[in-house]
């Protein structure tokens, strides 16, 4: 790959994530429970008075398992790797019983939850953060985009709200440069020197009926390019091993699209994988672990980027991509797949995988004939789709996008390593002149 890079530039972000964390008791009353909350479970049916659930959670976790709590509940026995303190890590709410950090156990609902408050009467609850719903299933991130505050929840859903915000400084020096590209044209360099709320994001997720049944409407916006977006996504998970999506999302072209966002190294991505990778499109999309620690992601959505493009815009050509990854040592590799071992993990974490993505691209030409899609660019920055980027006076409409990665990386006590293989291709152009070339393959990599 030949790459041309005449801008030094002088980055500073300020990042801001909106993020929502005695002695043990055994009964809990309706009027207790509503002030206590906390969150989330994979029940699949609304227990009934008089019956019996269990409902478990793991240290970090906070799980709801719905049940009819209006005659009062009672923990039968504690099953779990830590403690169960009424009003502190179990508690009842309008959807049902709440465990969390470990609790777990088998709670008896209705009359004989009575009977056994009054034999043993609770002492005074503290009441507990109203904390939302844990998943079930990791979702790498398409639907944990941070823990945030739980607003209300109740048997037919949940309501929480998060928050995301980058304040960017970027000073380019010289101001002004020029530089030739591959065809021996010289160009302009405009450094930028300026102050951006560069990305700002506001999260609305919770469940509606069922924990299983999940959304995310996103609030999005990139203000230095005037990009302003609202979305959905909805998803169903059946189980560790399948679950389905629908809405906007990365394609899963390199590590970076799936979920590890926003904890990068730095506030954004490294430059090779900004020059390689694909970008989001509105999709219906596959995950799952087939055994523990190996997991797949499988997509099928509308282009390379969505952004900016109009409906009537896109032609009946599909994106699909996948990608696959095994941790081994841990079967974990930190929140989300994180780049940086910020959780310090005493024990070696490691991950391998790859990930592919392909897709027929249009320019999408504006009434100027200027090509508003602006994802593919050559060794040396020029757009593709720009005329006479290949040859003089010729204008690329469509090219097919293909890229192959390989990733693999190990944590290991705050110690990261990190490293990705590209293999990017730009193929079947069609164009309005002949081209010097059929197809060009492009690779990188970085440490």
Known sequence: MRTV????????????IVAGSATAQTAATPQAGK?????QAPAHQVAT?????????????????????????????????????LGKTWGIDEAGVWVSDGCSGEFQLGEAAKEGSA?????????????????????????????????????????????????RYVNQTPAEQ?????????????????????????????????????????????????????????????????????????????????????????HDRVMADEFFRPFFTAAVYAQGELVKGLWYNVSAGNNNSILGVKSSQLDRSLTTGGSMWWMPTTKEFGPRGAYGD????????????????????????????????????????????????????????????????????VKYKGFFLQTEIYNRWLDNFKADGALPVGSIHDKGFYV
């Not at 993990?345 to 030409?365: C, I, L, M, N, Y």
Request: one cysteine or more; charged letters at 20%.
């Open 178 to 266: 020029t530089f030739t590209d591959h065809l021996g044209n010289e160009r302009t360099v405009d450094g930028r020197n300026d102050i951006w709320p560069h990305r700002i994001m506001i999260f609305l997720k919770g469940w509606v009926g069922n924990p299983k049944l999940i959304y995310t409407v996103t609030l999005w916006a990139v203000l230095d390019t005037n990009q302003n977006a609202i979305f959905a996504n909805i998803g169903y998970q059946f189980d560790r091993k399948f679950s389905v999506y629908a809405g906007f999302n990365g394609n899963p072209g390199t590590r970076s699209l799936q979920g590890s966002h926003p904890y990068w190294l730095g």
């Open 119 to 167: 034999a043993a009467p609770p002492t005074a609850v503290t009441a507990a953060p109203r904390k939302p719903t844990t998943q079930g299933v990791e979702s790498w991130g398409d639907f944990e985009p941070g823990a945030g505050f739980l607003v209300g929840r109740n048997s037919a859903g949940e309501l929480a709200i998060s928050g995301y915000a980058l304040e």
């Open 49 to 85: 008075v008089g019956g019996t659930i269990v409902c478990e959670s793991k240290k970090g976790e906070n799980k709801v398992c719905l049940a009819d709590t209006a005659a009062g509940v009672v923990l039968k026995k504690s099953t779990g790797s830590a403690d169960c303190v």
């Open 5 to 16: 890079f005449t801008a030094a530039a002088c980055t500073v972000g300020v990042l801001v």
């Open 35 to 39: 002030t206590a909350g906390a969150a």
């Open 342 to 409: 910020w959780e310090r993990h005493d024990k070696v974490a490691t991950r391998f995988g790859f990930s592919t993505v392909r897709s027929p691209e249009q320019s999408f030409a504006n009434s100027s004939g200027v090509p508003d899609n602006t994802t593919l660019r050559l060794a040396d920055s020029v757009n593709v789709f720009e005329t006479g980027s290949l040859a003089p006076g010729v204008t690329v409409d469509k090219v097919n996008y293909r890229i192959l990665s390989f990733d693999a990386g």
